[in-house]
């Protein structure tokens, strides 16, 4: 049997209507493989496809929001967000933190196609929420 971790919203909370993604990968460290994303979904979906998924299996499903940010603004202040409330964790977690930061991760390093844009300007607001059109429009055709 696996695992499947997920937020624990109050009733009320406005990402309960948000679209949400799961996360799938090993449970434990002696697999090697790359995680498999799937959705979006709306929340109750995510959890039972989560919830068949790893019923019989081994691995891990997070099950997550997807944060529909249209500004880099928006994306600072939730990176921010989740810096200070690490920073409030208790001393348990802390120690296992300290110890997930001297892990090994891999970086995504690539080489870039001479006819690639190099500028790394975010989309604008008009450009993602365009991006969430079509998105859409695939997941309903």
């Not at 190099?118 to 859409?136: K, L, M, N, Q």
Request: hydrophobic share 45%.
């Amino acid at each position: 049997m696996g695992a499947l971790v997920t937020l624990d919203l109050p009733a009320d909370a406005p990402a309960l209507t948000l679209p949400w993604i799961i996360t799938f990968g090993p449970l434990d460290d002696e697999e090697e493989w790359e995680p498999v994303v799937c959705g979006p979904y709306e929340r109750a979906h995510a959890l039972a496809l989560a919830e068949a998924v790893v019923a019989d299996e081994d691995l891990m499903a997070v099950v997550e929001p997807l944060q529909p940010h249209v500004t880099v603004a928006q994306i600072q202040g939730d990176i921010a967000a989740a810096r200070m409330a690490a920073e409030n964790e208790d001393v348990e977690t802390a120690a296992l933190d300290a110890e997930l930061a001297g892990a090994d991760y891999h970086d995504h390093d690539h080489e870039h196609g001479e006819d690639e844009d190099h500028t790394h300007e975010p989309p604008s607001v008009d450009d993602i929420r365009a991006g969430f059109a079509r998105i859409a429009a695939k997941l309903t055709s």
